[in-house]
């Protein structure tokens, strides 16, 4: 019997399949001018996190347990830099003022909480298509859109 891929196998192989199985949505992400560097920002920042991520769930399950998960401070040098350089540029006004900007440990938790696995994406043009599986609704994607928008696209949808 084949063992299904976890989430950072797929990340990595990128076998773009369409449609997750069971619940699903579809993340799409307006690269911008900048597109090649956006993306490369924005999957480099998906793939830290899964490689964090995935050995915790293979232990423990999908069930995201937060006790399992290292401390912010310790995720942080695992992350890239842009990332973490975007998290400090900003002040607690202007986080608090943004309709999308996260402090650093909100993020983390939103991450760490989340209710979605990466199946897979696909570009067209200066578009990302973003595929994840969903473990039902509502299903809140903002740390993701955060990350893209923080890479540098001009805007991120979600369709369900």
């Known amino acids: 019997m084949n063992e299904i891929p976890s989430e950072l196998e797929r ?3 990128n076998t773009w399949t369409g449609h997750a199985p069971g619940l699903w949505l579809t993340v799409r992400i307006d690269l911008g001018n900048d597109a090649d560097l956006v993306q490369q920002r924005f999957l480099s920042a998906i793939s830290a996190w899964l490689q964090i991520a995935d050995p915790i769930h293979r232990e423990y399950g999908l069930d995201r347990n937060r ?6 401070q310790d995720i942080a040098p695992r992350l890239p830099k842009w990332l973490i350089d975007d998290f400090d540029a900003y002040t607690e006004q202007q986080v608090l003022e943004s309709d999308w900007r996260y402090y650093y440990e909100s993020w ?15 570009r067209i043009d200066d578009t990302l298509i973003v595929q994840l599986q969903v473990d039902g609704w509502p299903c809140p994607t903002e740390e993701l859109a955060f990350l893209a928008r923080a890479a540098g ?5 979600v369709d369900d």
Do not use: K
């Not at 006790?67 to 912010?72: D, M, N, Q």
């Not at 983390?108 to 696909?122: F, H, K, L, S």
């Open 108 to 122: 983390v938790d939103a991450m760490e909480e989340r209710c979605w696995t990466w199946w897979g994406y696909e």
């Open 153 to 157: 696209a001009r805007s991120v949808s």
């Open 11 to 13: 990340f990595m192989a």
């Open 67 to 72: 006790e399992v998960f290292p401390a912010p």
